[in-house]
């Protein structure tokens, strides 16, 4: 019979909670799996499949030790979001704009592209563009360091465009009001152009560098089948 | 059959896995594996629950008072954790059933789906 109470708190690693609440959880969980383990064995499955099916309760420790602090601890699930995602997402609002306000200055020589369809000039900032996969793939490399999911991840890449684009949007239903009562009409067109060079093209900048960080981080899954010995 | 499988963890709403437990620890206390058995068996198999989306939502319920744990066990054997309803737990119940319910009724309505 495997050890599965090793098993379990060898795979399930430190909680952050008390050694004794810790240790409730881990006998918990390897009961559950020993449960698994003889049920598949009293069903005629042979010894190699029954650890497979106790295993494959539990394919993503990771996962479940996060699921686990979330639930527990209400200060885990404080820090963890500040890890995972405001601290990131502060350091990748805080780049961007620090890049762009560095474009700006009158000297520097920035190629800039204008909109050439529309009246409505739309200055695109082609160095700060090209900066941006890279401050995405440090957000999105920060977040996954600190143990955010795919969720946290994105969010944490994505705050300098949505801030770009939150803020006309909020003003949106104003400027509707507005216009239709001055103009009797509303600028759709320069609107749109607008949350595209602000929002779709920096979003899609920074989320092309973050790619390589968004998925599933297989170098720190602990969710293969061990020895039970 | 496998394909009909309703992973609860992924992508049922946690109110249904919710209500899925209540609605079994309403008959009597049960540790956690007997917990996911008899959804499973309840449910003939559509309803599964793992490791990661059975006890992280049993300790959040424990949490909220909705249920109890406590380790039971003959003396010198082994000692599982069992759940009981509690009463946040069973005052919980009542709406949640008839939140799923209409819910079915009004996909019924609109869709033809029906109960399983």
């Known amino acids: 019979m495997p050890d599965w109470r090793a098993i379990a708190r060898k795979k399930l690693g430190p909680l952050g909670l008390e050694a004794k609440r810790q240790e409730e959880i881990v006998l918990e969980l390897a009961g559950h799996l020993e449960d698994l383990y003889s049920d598949a064995l009293r069903q005629g499955r042979s010894h190699a499949e029954a650890l497979h099916s106790a295993f494959d309760a539990a394919s993503d420790w990771n996962?479940?030790?996060?699921?686990?602090?979330?639930?527990?601890?209400?200060e885990v699930a404080m820090n963890y979001r500040v890890k995972t995602l405001w601290l990131p997402g502060a350091c990748t609002i805080a780049?961007?704009?620090?890049?762009?306000?560095?474009?700006?200055?009158?000297?520097?020589?920035?190629?800039?592209?204008?909109?050439?369809?529309?009246?409505?000039?739309?200055?695109?900032?082609?160095?700060w563009l090209l900066s941006l996969p890279v401050i995405g793939a440090i957000g999105a490399y920060w977040s996954r360091?600190?143990?955010?999911?795919?969720?946290?991840?994105?969010l944490a890449v994505s705050l300098p465009a949505l801030g770009m684009v939150c803020l006309p949007l909020l003003m949106f239903p104003f400027v509707l009001v507005y216009d239709l009562i001055r103009f009797h009409s509303f600028p759709f067109v320069p609107m749109a152009i607008l949350l595209f060079?602000?929002?779709?093209?920096?979003?899609?900048?920074?989320?092309?560098?973050?790619?390589?960080?968004?998925?599933?981080?297989?170098?720190?899954?602990?969710?293969?089948?061990v020895a039970s010995h | 059959m496998k394909d009909h499988t309703i992973n609860i963890g992924a992508q049922v709403k946690r109110g249904s896995a919710e209500l899925a437990i209540l609605s079994v620890?309403?008959?009597?206390?049960?540790?956690g594996y007997e917990i996911s058995k008899r959804i499973e068996r309840q449910s003939q198999g559509l309803l599964r629950f793992n490791l990661?989306?059975?006890?992280?939502?049993?300790?959040?319920?424990?949490?909220?008072?909705?249920?109890?744990g406590n380790w039971e066990g003959p003396a010198g054997g082994r000692q599982r954790r069992y759940y009981r309803l509690g009463p946040a737990g069973k005052r919980r119940l009542v709406p949640l059933r008839?939140?799923?319910?209409?819910?079915?009724?009004?996909?019924?309505?609109?869709?033809?789906?029906?109960?399983?």
Request: with cysteine; net charge negative; glycine share 8%.
């Open chain 1, 95 to 127: 780049l961007s704009g620090i890049v762009l306000r560095l474009l700006q200055i009158p000297s520097a020589p920035v190629p800039r592209v204008l909109w050439p369809w529309h009246s409505t000039e739309l200055v695109i900032y082609c160095w």
């Open chain 2, 25 to 31: 620890l309403s008959d009597g206390p049960l540790h």
């Open chain 1, 197 to 225: 060079g602000w929002g779709v093209l920096p979003e899609a900048a920074l989320l092309v560098g973050s790619l390589p960080f968004l998925r599933r981080d297989a170098s720190t899954e602990h969710g293969q089948p």
């Open chain 1, 63 to 74: 996962e479940l030790r996060r699921e686990i602090e979330l639930a527990v601890n209400e």
């Open chain 1, 145 to 154: 360091h600190a143990g955010g999911r795919f969720l946290e991840r994105a």
């Open chain 2, 52 to 68: 990661a989306s059975l006890y992280p939502l049993l300790y959040r319920m424990e949490k909220r008072g909705w249920v109890s």
């Open chain 2, 98 to 116: 008839e939140e799923w319910g209409q819910l079915f009724q009004a996909l019924h309505t609109l869709a033809g789906v029906t109960h399983a």
